[in-house]
């Protein structure tokens, strides 16, 4: 284990959060604990921005010197005293407020997030190919690594830039260069790093709202890291509900959810002692539904885990929009266009969830007490009109948050055109915005499965906020939506409907809206929406990447919010039980209320707990090799002679020169379009993956990003140069400017003998049955 790697980063996020420090303060005046936990993302947005940008003319170690002298800039002007700037003197800025004591907290939050996630990383450190997108993710890194310029060239189409959003692992390798990791360490610390940015910005989250609301801040924000970082959905919980029932009833309730899910009788009614971890992340058919603990067990560093820390930044600074009262014009537009910063480097760290963040600010200024046309000049003849009545004061608030919105969200756009026409736009490949049909609708117990904790949650806070007046038109608009929702095969209709029309309804109606019912309308919004239309491409089938990436969104806002609801439980029976009255039923109706509070949160917690308990237990017992953060090490234990050519080339070879490798599919022993994957295997172009050395035709996940004419030409063209006659041969190894070319067990299992001994091929390396040749381009 690299306990000096660990330390070592540990004082990194150190400095970056003591400079980002007073920039955090600035823009989370508003709020309890003045934003603390939101520093590091903060941070990081500003010095990967810059480095971004210049990256485009000049990428490498020093371009970070840009990055950080842009945030200790930015750090400086907030915390100097402006007026005193335009009188020519130099001094703090008064109002600049730093409470130490949530500081601390929030540091305390994530330094046990941060070693949490080491620990499990130390035990499955592995960027194998197999259930998952590691080769994917350390490509990328090793890629950014040896990249002169960005975007840096894709190490599984040589030649031409990435089409993936890459942003996440720039900060990764950023972080990398700060610290002075190699890439192989930093690949496990970078993503310990990003989990415990997003359980803090969780954490800092839930304890703002709990004590804007009047809760324990404390109790909401341990609440809310909790909910985003540890807990589960019910699938495990559910299935050991089960077996606790007499055995003549188990299986016929196993059997009807096996009809209606992706599991068979044996999972549902398997034992502890048959416990795996990845059962719980597939629950509605044709789909995935990761939490984040799931996530990081599995350990991807995938950019729709990248994105949550900044999804959750983007909310708080939606949170402190909503606090800020309307005549601090100023504070409002500032709080916007950090926004707008925030979602032009979200569009390269995760583009799926790019929306969320003009979606939670939309809801945020909508809801705010805070007029949205005070923030545009000179529209104060405009209130006179729409002010004077309710529906024109409405749809005035709609019509100016539509506006603004707009134009953060196309300031965000121009901010991340760089990405957009670079790695985004053409390329072949198509998507399709299409409908779903009732059959591919999730269903009512796979929804109560994933969800089943929030929905409980939520409900019970929206029945508190309604009232007993309120409530019982509501359950009668409940039934009605129900009895629809079940004529149609429309689940979401009748669970998740209510918590945005509600919501929206309860945000409008009281006197001192709260912000986590904020969150539960963004987080109810994105579920609906992926059950009535998705993204057809080819990155999975059907709705399958659709529901995965919009989910991973829904459990961070929605965790988020639960810490602040639950908190507020508490609160009211703590209330309920400190009253006194003269009456022995008011006592006992006291105790009651005090009574159920606790139980309820015990419920919920200890609900959504049992998944972690087994998962971690069961990851700390699988047989390991070593304790180590090495994500490559594996190489060497499992494929020696491979793992040591990989070495030779990833120490010996600079830049990007490009290797011919075997192509990502299966050889059919004609040259045709027919072609198997081969994905999340050793197999796999493990050469370019675990150097980033780019070959010509690597993983067919180009087939989404560039289309299947142009990578299924390379992969025709890759198999000539292997086994073509000499003059095709020498033609495309100059046409697509190869420098080496491997030959190791993979390329003998698909073509069989290699003619190698031809005057434009030297050997360069060898090591047991791999051989890396040099292409002599003089003697071509």
């Known amino acids: 284990m690299e306990y000096a790697l660990v330390v070592r980063w540990l004082v990194m996020f150190a400095a970056l959060w003591a400079v980002g420090l007073p920039l955090s303060a600035r823009l989370f005046r508003r709020l309890p604990g003045h934003g603390a936990g939101f520093t590091l993302p903060v941070s990081l947005v500003v010095v990967t921005l810059p480095v971004y940008y210049v990256g485009h003319v000049w990428f490498g170690p020093a371009a970070l010197l840009v990055g950080l002298g842009a945030l200790v800039a930015a750090s400086v002007a907030s915390g100097l005293d402006r007026t005193a700037l335009r009188d020519g003197e130099v001094r703090l800025a008064s109002d600049l407020d730093i409470d130490r004591r949530a500081v601390a907290e929030a540091v305390a939050v994530f330094a046990l997030a941060f070693l949490f996630a080491v620990g499990l990383r130390a035990l499955d450190p592995a960027v194998h190919a197999g259930g998952g997108e590691k080769f994917l993710d350390f490509g990328l890194l090793k890629a950014l690594s040896r990249a002169a310029v960005l975007p840096p060239e894709d190490m599984w189409f040589a030649g031409e830039p990435v089409r993936y959003y890459y942003g996440g692992h720039l900060v990764s390798i950023l972080l990398a260069w700060l610290s002075g990791t190699e890439a192989e360490f930093a690949y496990n610390l970078a993503l310990a790093g990003f989990f415990g940015m997003l359980v803090t910005a969780a954490f800092e989250l839930g304890r703002g709202i709990s004590r804007a609301t009047g809760s324990s801040g404390r109790l909401g924000g341990v609440l809310a890291a909790f909910f985003v970082g540890f807990a589960s959905n019910l699938v495990t919980a559910g299935r050991f ?58 350990g991807d560093l995938h950019a729709h885990m990248m994105g949550t820390p900044f999804l959750l930044l983007a909310a708080g600074l939606a949170f402190a929009y909503f606090r800020t009262p309307e005549d601090a014009v100023g504070e409002r537009r500032l709080l916007v266009g950090v926004t707008a910063l925030v979602g032009g480097l979200q ?11 003009f979606g939670v600010l939309f809801l945020g200024m909508v809801f705010a007490p805070a007029r949205p046309s005070t923030l545009v000049p000179g529209s104060r003849w405009l209130r006179r009109f729409t002010d004077r009545r309710p529906v024109t004061r409405e749809l005035s608030r709609l019509a100016g948050t539509t506006a603004v919105v707009a134009v953060a969200g196309g300031v965000a756009v121009v901010l991340a055109m760089p990405f957009i026409l670079g790695s985004v736009a053409g390329g072949g490949s198509t998507r399709t ?28 806070h929206y029945a508190q906020q309604l009232g007993p007046r309120r409530i019982l038109p509501v359950v009668g608009g409940f039934t009605a939506v129900a009895i629809v929702a079940a004529l149609h095969s429309f689940a979401a209709l009748a669970l998740v409907v ?32 992926v059950e009535v239309v998705f993204v057809n491409e080819q990155a999975g089938p059907g709705r399958m990447n659709t529901v995965f990436k919009t989910y991973m969104q829904v459990w961070v806002l929605w965790g988020s919010a639960m810490g602040s609801v639950l908190a507020g439980f508490v ?6 039980s400190d009253l006194s009255l003269p009456t022995v039923d008011f006592h006992v109706r006291a105790d009651a209320v005090r009574a159920l509070g606790v139980v309820v949160v015990v419920l919920f917690v200890a609900s959504t707990s049992v998944y972690a308990g087994l998962a971690v237990a069961d990851h700390t017992q699988t047989p390991r090799q070593e304790v180590t953060l090495d994500a490559t090490a594996f190489a060497e234990w499992y494929h020696p002679n491979e793992s040591t050519a990989i070495t030779w080339l990833d120490e010996n070879v600079d830049g990007n020169p490009t290797i011919l490798t ?11 379009d027919k072609r198997e994957y081969v994905m999340y295997a050793w197999r796999g172009n493990p050469e370019s993956s675990l150097t980033g050395v780019p070959t010509v035709a690597g993983w067919a996940h180009e087939v989404g990003y560039r289309g299947p004419e142009a990578y299924y030409g390379r992969v025709r063209d890759v198999d000539a140069m292997y086994v073509g006659n000499e003059s095709t041969r020498t033609r495309l190894v100059r046409e697509y400017d190869v420098q080496y070319v491997w030959v190791g067990p993979g390329e003998r299992a698909r073509y069989g003998e290699i003619e190698t001994d031809v005057p434009w091929l030297t050997p360069v390396h060898r090591s047991g049955s791999v051989v890396v040749y040099e292409v002599e381009e003089a003697s071509l």
Do not use: C
């Open 498 to 529: 209510p918590l945005v029309l509600v919501g929206w309804v309860v945000l409008r109606l009281t006197d001192d809206p709260r912000f986590d019912t904020v969150l539960v309308v963004a987080g109810a919004g994105l579920v609906m929406l």
């Open 571 to 576: 609160r009211d029976t703590a209330d309920a």
């Open 433 to 460: 915005i299409e409908i779903l049909t009732p059959d591919q609708r999730s269903g009512f117990g796979a929804l109560v499965l994933v969800h089943g904790a929030f929905l409980g949650a939520f409900a019970v």
């Open 347 to 357: 569009v390269v760290v995760d583009t799926w969830s790019f929306p969320s963040i």
């Open 662 to 672: 075997a192509p990502g599919t299966k050889w059919s022993g004609t040259v045709d």
């Open 241 to 298: 509900a089960l077996l606790g029932l007499p055995e003549s009833v188990q299986r016929p309730i196993a059997e009807a959810v096996a009809e209606r899910s992706r599991y068979s009788v044996s999972q549902i009614l398997a034992s502890a002692a048959d416990f795996s971890y990845w059962d719980a992340s597939r629950v509605i058919p044709g789909t995935i539904n990761e939490f984040p603990l799931f996530a990081w067990l599995n």
